[in-house]
């Protein structure tokens, strides 16, 4: 296993030139590059990663494998996107639940592009009936809710629990709940805003775990509602 020294300088201003430059052609030319100073760094720091996952929880997957691991491709969909770009222009880590390889269960989520480093766990878009457990979890447990939301404050890691919501409270719910905020959400997700110079040293892996762990409180909450292990 390749020893994780710190994202490599290249690894940004790859994606900085992939950004101007966004074409096959162009992608084509400096594959080995992408594969030497992105795909590289990354197994390595998920390999890093996960051989210390298993003091915060034995439930998240961290697989190094480059393809069908945890590493997001770098090539997008463009199916449906008046966007035809073939390319991502950051890089992405998700580290799933063992609960299957939805990638709409809780999970813990790492992001990286030029000027733009965060990382942090909770769950993306889950479907109709795991939303729907959540919110009922969270307006018939306001204590541990109230609990659960004072624990990430206090980390001083996060800017509050984030996530797209509805303009109005869902069709059920209160719209007089304390948390009608909370029960608006579609996403619920926590992240820790860090640096490109963070992010090229080998520390990059504690503080990974640190923001992760801090997430605890939250990924705890969202997969007892869904009825995951954590």
């Not at 400096?30 to 915060?56: C, D, H, Q």
């Not at 494998?65 to 073939?86: A, E, L, Q, V, W």
């Not at 990382?119 to 609990?147: C, Q, V, Y």
Request: hydrophobic letters at 40%.
């Amino acid at each position: 296993m390749t020893e994780f020294n710190g994202l490599p300088k290249d690894f940004f201003a790859f994606f900085n030139e992939l950004h101007f430059n966004n074409q096959k052609p162009w992608f084509e030319a400096n594959k080995g590059r992408y594969k030497a100073s992105v795909v590289e760094p990354l197994s390595a720091l998920i390999s890093e990663i996960g051989a210390r996952m298993p003091k915060l929880t034995k439930h998240i997957v961290c697989d190094p494998r480059p393809n069908g691991g945890s590493m997001f491709r770098i090539y997008r969909d463009t199916r449906f996107s008046k966007d035809k770009s073939p390319y991502k222009t950051n890089a992405g880590l998700h580290f799933r639940s063992t609960w299957g390889k939805d990638a709409h269960a809780p999970g813990f989520y790492m992001h990286f592009a030029p000027k733009e480093v965060f990382f942090g766990g909770g769950i993306w878009m889950p479907g109709p009936d795991a939303l729907s457990h959540i919110r009922r979890a969270i307006a018939e447990n306001t204590k541990e809710w109230t609990k659960t939301k004072a624990a990430l404050s206090a980390t001083q890691l996060f800017n509050g629990i984030e996530g797209e919501a509805l303009s109005r409270p869902p069709k059920g719910f209160d719209a007089g709940d304390p948390h009608v905020d909370d029960l608006k959400r579609k996403s619920f997700y926590v992240m820790h805003a860090s640096t490109e110079k963070a992010a090229q040293s080998p520390n990059l892996v504690q503080d990974a775990m640190s923001a992760f762990t801090a997430a605890k409180p939250l990924m705890t909450f969202l997969s007892k509602a869904v009825g995951t292990p954590f």
